[in-house]
């Protein structure tokens, strides 16, 4: 088959498919046909289109689950315009269970609460595991058996990318202190109730603040105690803002796949 039309049929097939493509699954595209590409074509195919792609509005991607065709995210702000609702924002809480989950999977919910210093709340690993973000990888060999949480490729399809080992690593992290006003995290369901938190927490020294009243984090801790979370903590609060500059994205284009040629960035 000529490298061109196994070009043409390749996008338009991407093009109309609601989820990314493995070349095993492209590759049974061509079972009925005499003429029937390899595996190797179908790759070199691929790696000439994402080099055709470059100059236009839509790129090739190679995720977790396979390859797709997304508006490139330079234009998702146009492309958003095509649809008035917007999903609802995350909160620093679920944006940092969610980057110790991909950090330091397999984890349990009370190592969770051990390095953020609050207690998770049930809709938060709920919403995680609705999201198809996070799974259920087994349970820890431990008294009362915890649930041992890890990530999915859908979470790592989301974020655009390959493997875990493409997160950012502490050497990337640089001046963590000009990345929280960056920050622009949905902080308008926890404001009313910072002041009775405080209150609470300071009145109740042996009760262990909730995610459910404002996710805020215990003042109690002292250096000692976080000495050894330092690194964790530090690569939490960098994937926290890269992830939610991700999640604004998707008020731009949460239904762009499913529209042609517009698909989810």
Request: cysteine-free; charged content about 35%.
């Amino acid at each position: 088959m000529e490298i061109k039309k196994l070009k043409n049929i390749l996008e338009a097939v991407l093009l109309a498919a609601e989820r990314s493509l493995t070349v095993i699954q492209l590759e049974t595209i061509f079972e009925l046909d005499e003429e029937r590409p390899t595996r190797d074509e179908i790759r070199k195919a691929l790696h000439e289109m994402a080099d055709d792609f470059e100059v236009r509005g839509f790129e090739l991607k190679q995720v977790a689950s396979g390859f797709r065709l997304q508006v490139r995210q330079e234009y998702a702000t146009w492309v958003g315009r095509l649809w008035e609702e917007k999903p609802a924002r995350y909160t620093r809480a679920l944006l940092e269970t969610m980057a110790l989950i991909a950090y330091r999977q397999p984890i349990t919910r009370g190592e969770i609460e051990e390095v953020r210093g609050v207690s998770v709340s049930s809709n938060i690993i709920k919403t995680l595991l609705e999201r198809d973000w996070i799974k259920v990888l087994g349970h820890k060999d431990v008294p009362g058996k915890p649930t041992l949480y890890g990530t999915t490729k859908e979470f790592l399809d989301y974020f655009n990318l390959q493997k875990l080992d493409q997160l950012p690593t502490l050497a990337e992290i640089k001046d963590l202190d000009s990345i929280h006003p960056e920050l622009q995290l949905d902080e308008d369901i926890t404001e009313g109730s910072d002041s009775s938190e405080a209150g609470d927490t300071g009145q109740n020294e042996g009760i262990q603040p909730s995610d459910d009243d404002n996710e805020v984090q215990s003042s109690t801790d002292t250096d000692e105690d976080l000495q050894g979370e330092d690194e964790t903590v530090e690569a939490v609060e960098h994937v926290t803002a890269e992830m939610d500059e991700d999640v604004e994205q998707e008020s731009d284009d949460k239904d762009a796949e499913s529209t042609r040629p517009a698909f989810n960035v």
